[in-house]
T-cell receptor, first 112, second 112 residues
Framework: DAMVIQNPRYQVTQFGKPVTLSCSQT?????MYWYQQKSSQAPKLLFH???????NEADTPDNFQSRRPNTSFCFLDIRSPGLGDAAMYLC???????????FGPGTRLTVL | GENVEQHPSTLSVQEGDSAVIKCTYS??????FPWYKQELGKGPQLIID?????GEKKDQRIAVTLNKTAKHFSLHITETQPEDSAVYFC???????????FGPGTRLSVLP
């Protein structure tokens, strides 16, 4: 089945230790997104790729970076995680002009 | 930028009753309004969406209405079932991709 896959599902890191979360999709969607969702809050868009074009939300901290080496994969890098970065990180994909897309199951990040 | 409000924040209904969740948005340029259902530990799932050229859309037990003049839109779930229990998010934004703003969410509990 076509889907959005996130790995790992649970990630524990130490304060300040870089971490990378991955997302892959078999839908051949041209847009991929990363969201941060803290407990009992709505998902907050961090950035998205439209094909290879990177679009950063204005309030996304510089500590968060992303890479999209090809259509199928997208990575979220957190360079120096702080305690406030503990959250669920959601990847989503869509086709432009086709509305709401498909979310992955998320990676829950714990920062010790 | 867009601001989306959502009410109520929690809603409990008896199985078989109807549930209504209401949202308002601020940006008159928004023309795409999706609704997502998020179950515990899972990513959000698109359940229905509506565009500004349509006033109402229905899919089995779920319907969405849009009043663009008043900047209101609502989700209606009829004949609720326990499996409808989840957090529901409305969103609003431009009609491309997933660059929309989420409301804060409504936790729906359907009591057997």
């Amino acid at each position: 089945d076509a889907m959005v896959i996130q790995n790992p599902r649970y990630q524990v890191t130490q304060f300040g230790k870089p971490v990378t979360l991955s997302c892959s999709q078999t839908l051949n969607h041209n847009v991929m997104y990363w969201y941060q969702q803290k407990s009992s809050q709505a998902p907050k868009l961090l950035f998205h790729y439209y094909d290879k074009d990177f679009n950063n939300e204005a309030d996304t901290p510089d500590n968060f970076q992303s890479r999209r080496p090809n259509t199928s994969f997208c990575f979220l890098d957190i360079r120096s995680p702080g305690l406030g970065d503990a959250a669920m990180y959601l990847c989503a994909t869509s086709r432009v002009l086709q509305g709401g897309g498909i979310f992955g199951p998320g990676t829950r990040l714990t920062v010790l | 930028g867009e601001n989306v409000e959502q009410h109520p924040s929690t809603l409990s209904v008896q199985e078989g009753d109807s549930a209504v969740i209401k949202c308002t948005y601020s940006d008159s340029a928004s023309n795409y309004f999706p609704w997502y259902k998020q179950e515990l530990g899972k990513g959000p799932q698109l359940i229905i969406d509506i565009r500004s050229n349509v006033g109402e859309k229905k899919d089995q037990r779920i319907a969405v209405t849009l009043n663009k003049t008043a900047k209101h839109f609502s989700l209606h779930i009829t004949e609720t079932q326990p499996e409808d229990s989840a957090v529901y998010f409305c969103a609003a934004g431009p009609d491309y991709g997933q660059n929309f703003v989420f409301g804060p969410g409504t936790r729906l509990s359907v009591l057997p």
